[in-house]
């Protein structure tokens, strides 16, 4: 493989508020390179979207990028001056986020932003800039793209204006695009729509993709690899196979068991018992040990990140082996059993 | 296996008692015209009142102890079919019968005790309860003023109540502030069991929580239907969450029903194309690195709902008869219903 477009090295990004250190990010790495998805996956509060905003360099007080290096085609971001992201930021990496109404302005027409966005970055005439503009709307597959750039966002539906939004974000052919949860609040058919555009996109531009999202299954069907994240930490990466079919770190399994699926119909669910800690204070030690079947004395102690088989990277003192199949019958005694009253 | 998947088996929707009897409701949304409308329509202006036809004409019977789902996309009326069952909205036309009751006489809930055999829950955790009360009185309102409980033994039911949806009864002087989206959820299931309701419709009952968080609930539903013997309308837009809970499902597309079938024959075997299309775009944890192949276009705007099958202008084996007459909700084998053309012999 070659140098990874995007490789975060040990990121710790804290909120510093009144009340202690928030540390939403604490000690992330991964990489991903040119023309691959990453699925980044977790509930919230686990430092999902907060590791893609800090990718961008969008952490406003009293937020700050505490610790790590983040290496975007070798070089790192962390230190660079605003004047210096900002050229990055929608030309190199573009991001798309969760309500497509919040990113488009609600009194420019589709064509001011369009354009405005290509000027930004590129040298080019007004007339090219709306000829690009044109392509990239019929890219993401939208009828009569002339008609609908003289339209204003409140004339389009919720999935033609995420498409819109994907399309502004392909604009530039960035080299990264960070999705955070983009089909989350669309319709079945227009999320396998989007999905659809996203996939061949990537695809035909070799442009890597991060899609941060709280859905196993979408992320299932995208991604090449995927990061479990809890509590701020990565607990478990690896190729996508690899992960689904034989999780290690319990948190994987409780969530892949909790996702209803075809084989265990109408059978309860697994189910992580409490829930997720505050990120407040946390105490040292593996943050998942208070609902962890498996969690021991050593977990006390910060876990390390450890190889397993397959590629995968686990944070966990005592990890499961072997596939989903035999870990979800043996190692979850609880798994069957009616929800004990607090 | 589990008791829930035995009564799965073993009940097959035929041989139920109908609990719950739809026929024909409609809910038709009217936008009047306003002193302005009116005068430009004198003067010959092309203005008219705008009707949106949430519900049209939906036919369904729910058995006792019968789980059915109910999907479809936004705007497709399951929600205000939802609230029609549960006496909030009452329907333009067409009758629903509890019990072999009506539900609705003359715009209003027919009688109290329908009106609280019926529960709903509601998808928002954060908005469905008042942020003012503390959760005894949210729990303890209903069951006091129907004269369920007084008010010297409320506290052991509000306690009682929480015990059985998995909340701890010392938190009973807590605000809703106080409690997670998880938690909030079962201080909403919470209130609807707490007048010993016979039918649950849940709209959108976990959409709003984590994932892990959703399976817990989706346990306590399939608990609470072990204890209680309730019924449930099971509102969802998830189709694996629905597979996973529901003996039976009915799928609607814009107003109308397109197809009623039993859980396992739906999602083996789709009988109308919107189901069919449907499915295939279920993202699924097994499926890795699909080919997503939507199916084209956008639900239409219910304003303006197209001609004949209203699905017809998305449909990969759309004729001109599906342009121009709406097919009929036909039995096509036991227990299914679908509303294609294709199924006629032609």
């Known amino acids: ?342 | 296996m589990s008791a829930a998947s035995l009564s799965r088996d073993a009940a097959a929707p035929a041989a139920r008692r109908p609990i719950l009897e739809a026929v024909g409701v409609t809910k038709r949304f009217v936008k009047r015209l306003d002193l302005a409308g009116k005068i430009a329509q004198r003067l010959g202006s092309s203005i008219h009142e705008e009707v949106v036809h949430a519900v049209d004409g939906v036919d369904l019977t729910v058995g006792a102890g019968e789980v059915v789902g109910l999907v479809g996309e936004s705007g497709c009326g399951k929600s205000t079919f939802g609230r029609m069952v549960a006496g909030i909205l009452p329907p333009t036309e067409g009758t629903l019968a509890f019990d072999g009751k009506p539900v609705w006489r003359d715009g209003q809930v027919a009688s109290r005790e329908t009106a609280l055999a019926i529960q709903m829950i509601f998808q928002d955790p954060f908005a469905s309860l008042d942020p003012r009360m503390r959760v005894e009185e949210i729990i303890g309102e209903a069951p006091l003023v129907h004269g369920m409980t007084t008010r010297g033994e409320r506290a052991d039911y509000v306690a009682d109540a929480m015990l059985r949806v998995g909340l701890d009864p010392d938190f009973r002087r807590r605000y809703p502030h106080q409690f997670s989206g998880g938690q909030r959820q079962r201080i909403g299931i919470a209130r609807a069991l707490a007048v010993k309701p016979r039918f649950l419709v849940c709209d959108e009952a976990i959409a709003a929580l984590d994932v892990s968080i959703q399976a817990q609930v989706i346990n306590l539903f399939m608990d609470l239907r072990e204890d209680l013997d309730l019924t449930y309308l099971f509102i969802s837009h998830d189709l694996s969450v629905v597979e996973h809970i529901a003996d039976r499902v009915v799928i609607m597309y814009l107003g109308r029903v397109v197809e009623i079938a039993a859980t396992e024959a739906i999602f083996d075997d789709p009988n109308h194309p919107y189901t069919q299309a449907l499915l295939s775009e279920v993202p699924r944890i097994e499926l890795r690195k699909r080919v997503y192949q939507p199916v084209k276009g956008e639900i239409p705007s219910p304003l303006d709902p197209p001609s004949g099958c209203h699905f017809h202008p998305r449909c990969p084996h759309a004729t001109e008869r599906c342009r121009s007459e709406r097919p009929a909700l036909r039995e096509i084998a036991s227990g299914r219903w679908s509303a294609c053309h294709l199924n006629d012999p032609s």
């Open chain 1, 1 to 342: 493989m070659t140098a990874p477009t995007l490789e975060v090295r040990n990121l710790r990004t804290h909120f510093f508020t009144r009340d202690g250190v928030v540390k939403a990010v604490d000690g992330v790495s991964f990489s991903v390179g040119a023309g691959e998805v990453l699925g980044l996956v977790g509930e919230s509060g686990s430092g999902k979207s907060i590791t893609g905003f800090s990718i961008l360099g969008l952490i406003d007080q009293p937020g700050r990028i505490a610790a790590g290096e983040i290496l975007f085609q070798g070089r790192d971001l962390v230190p660079l001056a605003e004047s210096e992201r900002r050229k990055l930021r929608g030309s190199k990496i573009a991001m798309i986020f969760q309500d497509p109404m919040m990113t488009l302005n609600p009194v420019l027409r589709i064509d001011t932003q369009m354009t405005e966005a290509v000027l930004a970055h590129r040298d080019v005439s007004k007339a090219r800039a709306l000829e690009i503009a044109r392509e990239a709307l019929v890219k993401v597959g939208i009828a009569s793209p002339d008609e609908r750039l003289m339209s204003y966002p409140h004339q389009f539906s919720g999935g033609m204006r995420q498409r819109v939004a994907i399309a502004i974000a392909f604009l530039n052919e960035p080299e990264l695009i960070i999705a955070d949860e983009p089909t989350t609040a669309l319709d079945v058919t227009i999320q396998g729509q989007i999905l659809h555009e996203a996939q061949t996109l990537c695809r035909e531009t070799g442009t890597a993709m991060i899609w941060i999202t709280h859905d196993l299954a979408v992320v299932a069907g995208l991604a090449d690899h995927i990061c479990v994240m809890y509590a701020g930490r990565v607990v478990e990466q690896g190729p996508i196979d690899a992960v689904l079919d034989r999780p290690a770190h319990p948190y994987t399994v409780g969530l892949i068991g909790s996702v209803p699926s075809r084989n265990r119909r109408g059978g309860r669910l697994f189910q992580i018992p409490g829930m997720t800690p505050s990120l407040l204070n946390i105490d040292p030690g593996c943050a998942f040990r208070n609902r962890c079947p498996r969690a021991s004395a050593a977990c006390l102690q910060e876990p390390p990140v450890v190889a397993a088989s397959h590629g995968r990277e686990v944070r966990c003192f005592n990890p499961h082996e072997g596939p989903l199949e035999q870990t979800m019958q043996a190692g979850q005694p609880d798994a069957g059993a009616r929800e004990a009253l607090p």
